[in-house]
Nanobody, 124 residues
Framework: QVQLVESGGGLVQAGGSLRLSCAAS????????MGWFRQAPGKEREFVAV????????YYADSVKDRFTISRDNVKNTVYLQMNSLKPEDTAVYYC?????????????????WGQGTQVTVSS
């Protein structure tokens, strides 16, 4: 069992920055791939970024590449999403998720643990 708790969302103007946090607890050793997804009203949940915990390898969606950075803190067992140069189209509920380290990294249906989500709103 893995528990994930997101925090750090809020309201920010376009061009601003936010840092999201996801604290993980439980049997995290078997779910060492951690990703961020987002979902806006009326849209499907989409992949944002992922990190492989032990290697540190990261991948990003094209829509956030060069603006967002995913990172981890091994001591705190926490994954972060630093979001810079935010745009109104980044507005969504952001979820952290965890899965086995094997398999495709950008498909939401392969992640079996999810946080409750945190709202990010970017005003124009």
């Amino acid at each position: 069992q893995v528990q994930l708790v997101e925090s750090g969302g809020g309201l920010v103007q376009a061009g601003g920055s936010l840092r999201l946090s996801c604290a993980a607890s439980g049997r995290t050793y078997s779910s060492s791939t951690m990703g961020w997804f987002r979902q806006a009203p009326g849209k499907e949940r989409e992949f944002v970024a992922v990190i492989k915990w032990y290697s540190g390898t990261t991948y990003y969606a094209d829509s956030v590449k060069d603006r967002f950075t995913i990172s981890r803190d091994n001591v705190k067992n926490t994954v972060y999403l630093q979001m810079n140069s935010l745009k109104p189209e980044d507005t969504a509920v952001y979820y952290c998720a965890a899965k086995s380290p094997v398999g495709t990294l950008d498909k939401a249906d392969l992640y079996n643990y999810w946080g409750q989500g945190t709202q990010v709103t970017v005003s124009s």
